[in-house]
């Protein structure tokens, strides 16, 4: 029998061959055999750790979903200012580029969604963990007074969700016209015209 340890390290490996695989063949299509040949094992292997293909995709989000947003929440904590915050949030929603496979697999899932209660949750799940680290960045900057936007939170928080899955989709999706830097400058321009800025200058 193996190791935890061992068990926790074949975990992760398989989680990282999903993404791959994911990015490679698309979450409509994908399969165990897939997975299994980005790991390079067989099948029978998968099924030692996971009950079948949902069970890994499943591991597969959570881990994705805490990796993104708790490594974005953690630089966040470091700052102190919250237009320093704000950009770190920004720039830490964005892909790292086209090849971000993580993301990628994230925004797929945002593609199934309706398709069954599994997606639903999943994509809910990572939705409101992205309202919540904007939520409570903006009440900070209101509470200091560098904040001074005529929205409310809510929406504020659910506008910059939505600037940067749009951008990140275009980022993933190859369009060479969206960069990782245009987007991130479009989302602070469009901060500081909401009354939101990220420059402490």
């Given at each position: 029998m193996?190791?935890p340890?061992?068990?926790?390290?074949?975990?992760e490996?398989?989680?990282e061959?999903?993404?791959a695989?994911?990015?490679?063949?698309?979450?409509?299509?994908?399969?165990?055999?897939?997975v299994?040949?980005?790991?390079?094992?067989t099948?029978?292997?998968?099924?030692?750790?996971?009950?079948?293909?949902?069970?890994?995709?499943v591991?597969?989000?959570?881990?994705?979903?805490?990796?993104f947003?708790?490594?974005?929440?953690?630089?966040?904590?470091?700052?102190?200012?919250?237009?320093?915050?704000?950009?770190?949030?920004?720039?830490?929603?964005l892909?790292?580029?086209?090849?971000?496979?993580?993301?990628?697999?994230?925004y797929?899932?945002?593609?199934?969604?309706?398709?069954?209660?599994?997606?639903?949750?999943?994509?809910?799940?990572?939705y409101?963990?992205?309202?919540?680290?904007?939520r409570?960045i903006?009440?900070?900057g209101r509470?200091a007074?560098?904040?001074?936007?005529r929205?409310?939170?809510?929406?504020?928080?659910?506008?910059?969700?939505?600037?940067e899955?749009?951008?990140?989709l275009?980022i993933?999706?190859?369009?060479?016209?969206?960069?990782?830097?245009t987007?991130?400058?479009a989302?602070?321009?469009?901060a500081a015209?909401?009354?939101?800025?990220?420059?402490?200058?």
């Amino acid at each position: 029998m193996a190791r935890p340890r061992d068990q926790r390290a074949r975990r992760e490996s398989l989680i990282e061959a999903t993404y791959a695989a994911g990015r490679m063949h698309g979450l409509r299509s994908l399969s165990l055999t897939d997975v299994a040949a980005q790991a390079g094992l067989t099948r029978g292997a998968i099924l030692y750790y996971y009950e079948d293909l949902d069970a890994l995709l499943v591991e597969a989000h959570s881990a994705g979903v805490e990796r993104f947003c708790d490594q974005r929440d953690a630089t966040i904590a470091a700052l102190e200012d919250p237009r320093e915050q704000l950009a770190a949030a920004i720039e830490g929603g964005l892909p790292s580029g086209p090849d971000d496979a993580l993301m990628s697999l994230l925004y797929e899932f945002d593609v199934l969604s309706g398709n069954s209660e599994l997606h639903d949750e999943l994509v809910q799940k990572l939705y409101l963990r992205q309202l919540e680290t904007y939520r409570r960045i903006l009440a900070a900057g209101r509470a200091a007074g560098l904040f001074t936007a005529r929205l409310d939170d809510e929406q504020l928080a659910m506008t910059f969700v939505a600037l940067e899955d749009a951008y990140g989709l275009h980022i993933v999706g190859g369009n060479a016209l969206m960069t990782v830097a245009t987007a991130a400058a479009a989302m602070r321009a469009v901060a500081a015209e909401l009354g939101c800025p990220t420059s402490v200058a």
